[in-house]
């Protein structure tokens, strides 16, 4: 019982420690860019750091790329001290990056701009010749359609894109103009290369490029209390294992003068498993009676 009381001291000395001492802050960092600055979301004080955080990369895989459920990101983190590195690691969820005590996360991701992006590689292949052009496209620019075969507009950036019922995706929406003055509004999957193959037109267009701009959002604490929670954590673990898993047992020996010789009476309590003191009683009376 005591043990297990003194564990609660420890507790309450660790969150102490980490109250006063500690503190917890996030930062969003874009891609290539570096802050040696948080911000405390309950308070938005600034605390400054004495060194600084780079995200040099940023990567998300999807579970369903139509849906876009995210199955993992992963920022590739570059700590700088006086403008010099000295450690890179690659944070994901539950693994964080440790450095002096200080303990950054993964804790939330997004695109910096959803816009389209000012330039994007589309592939135009011809089904007559079978030729493969590559063309450098700005949102609403008309480029010229190799061959002869019309002129492309590059129309809108859609994130998640509809067809016949089924999410599809990120997507490009163009229109195509024939040389017959004849145009056909193009819808242009990132993740289905062939997917206007089925218009069946003379000149077959897919995404070659699409950049995207991501930003990681990155939660940064220093926690020095810790060590000593977690000590009152297994003295909580030892108190309890005292307390459910061994018997409290105490044992008197009476010995009393009688005629010549003396009486020995033995007697023990315990809290738990009598038949087990029971027992020690017997056997440490044979004893006795043998010598």
């Known amino acids: 019982m005591y043990v297990v009381h003194f564990s609660i001291i420890f507790l309450l000395c660790g969150a102490l420690i980490s ?3 500690g503190f917890e802050g996030f930062v969003n960092l874009p891609e290539g860019s570096s802050s040696a600055s948080i911000k405390n979301d309950h308070t938005n004080e600034i605390y400054h750091l004495d060194f600084e955080i780079r995200c040099d990369d940023f990567n998300v895989s999807y579970y369903d790329p139509g849906k876009r459920i995210p199955k993992e990101y992963r920022s590739t983190l570059t700590i700088l001290k006086e403008g010099k590195p000295v450690l890179q690691k690659d944070v994901i969820m539950n693994d964080p990056l440790r450095y002096r005590g200080i303990n950054i996360f993964q804790n939330s991701w997004g ?3 959803s816009e389209l992006p000012e330039q994007i590689t589309l592939n ?5 010749t079978g030729m ?9 620019d008309t480029v010229e359609i190799p061959e002869g075969k019309g002129t492309f507009v590059l129309e809108e950036y859609v994130e998640s894109a509809e067809f016949r019922g089924h999410v599809i995706g990120e997507s490009l929406i163009g ?3 024939n040389k017959n003055g004849h145009t056909t509004k193009i819808l242009l999957p990132l993740q289905f290369s062939r997917f206007d193959e089925m218009r069946g037109g003379d000149m077959i267009i897919s995404v070659v490029d699409l950049p995207h701009l991501y930003y990681t959002g990155l939660q940064v604490t220093k926690d020095p209390g810790v060590p000593v929670v977690y000590t009152g954590f297994s003295v909580l673990i030892i108190g309890i294992a005292i307390t459910f898993f061994m018997s409290h047992q105490r044992l008197c020996v009476d010995v009393r003068k009688k005629g010549k010789g003396s ?3 033995l007697a023990g309590t315990s809290n738990k498993n009598s038949v087990g003191m029971q027992n ?3 056997n440490l009376s044979y004893k006795l009676m043998k010598l």
């Open 280 to 282: 020690k009683i017997d």
């Open 263 to 265: 009486m020995v009476m």
């Open 124 to 128: 135009f292949k011809s089904q007559e």
């Open 111 to 113: 695109e910096v701009a």
């Open 19 to 21: 109250s006063i001492y």
């Open 175 to 177: 229109t195509l103009k």
């Open 132 to 140: 493969v052009y590559n063309k450098v496209v700005t949102l609403k």
